[in-house]
């Protein structure tokens, strides 16, 4: 099972600011990598796939970058509506994995 | 537009077995693999296992080998997850997601209950 590790834990961040979030895979993964947004009492929502692909509706200040095991998720000028919690996980060897997050939260 | 709707949530005595659906509209069913995964009260994503539904290939981690079954129904759109004995620490919300790649669409979540 491909272990993926996310890092920070909590990353406390000024609206505004830059925020950057690392996804490490125990194994490469290739392209096969995939980001998500999650907000109180909501269901998950794709932000990135492949890696560096956009979802649709997903606004340009995200952005994916990464292959093989070292993957970033990068939030140009973080909105009030940013603050969440992300997950990384890949889709390129059974059993799919998540990593455990990271919190985005206000400074 | 893609939607795929779970069933309500359940409150379930211990020992008791459980199936949860998640019906899906707007694309093709039998072409993309549908995933469960589980989020546990205050805790992370856990993906459990998908299935394809054309084929009915079933994958699981091994953390629900077992402990789970995931089925479809092709010809209602469906996808279940069941259990046949609950626990206490099978408390949690469940959610099914179409990988479209990535888990482009999924469910509102079914919120599982577990107790005496």
């Known amino acids: 099972e491909i272990v993926m590790t996310q890092s920070p834990a909590t990353l406390s961040v000024s609206p505004g600011e830059r925020a950057t979030l690392s996804c490490r895979a125990s194994?490469?993964?290739?392209?096969?990598l995939a980001w998500y947004q999650q907000k109180p009492g909501q269901a998950p929502r794709l932000l990135i796939s492949?890696?560096?692909t956009r979802a649709t509706g997903i606004p340009a200040r995200f952005s994916g970058s990464g292959s093989g095991t070292e993957f970033t998720l990068t939030v140009s000028s973080l909105q009030s509506e940013d603050f969440a919690v992300y997950y990384c996980?890949?889709?390129?060897?059974?059993?799919?994995?998540f990593g455990q997050g990271t919190k985005v939260e206000i400074k | 537009e893609v939607q795929l709707v779970q069933s309500g949530a359940e409150v379930i005595e211990p020992g008791e077995s459980l199936k949860i659906s998640c019906q899906v509209s707007?694309?093709?069913?039998?072409?993309?693999?549908i995933a469960w995964v589980r989020q546990m009260p205050g805790k992370g994503l856990e993906w459990m296992g998908a299935?394809?539904?054309?084929?009915?290939?079933?994958k699981y981690s091994p953390s629900f080998q077992g402990q789970v079954i995931i089925s479809a129904d092709k010809s209602i759109n469906t996808a279940y997850l069941q259990w046949n004995t609950l626990q206490a620490s099978d408390t949690a919300m469940y959610y099914c997601?179409?990988?479209?790649?990535?888990?482009?669409?999924w469910g509102q979540g079914t919120l599982v209950t577990v107790s005496s």
């Open positions: 299935i394809y539904p054309r084929d009915s290939d079933t």
């Open positions: 707007g694309y093709s069913f039998n072409n993309y693999w």
């Open positions: 194994k490469s993964v290739s392209s096969s």
């Open positions: 996980q890949q889709y390129n060897n059974w059993p799919w994995t």
């Open positions: 997601a179409r990988h479209g790649p990535g888990l482009d669409s």
């Open positions: 492949g890696a560096s």
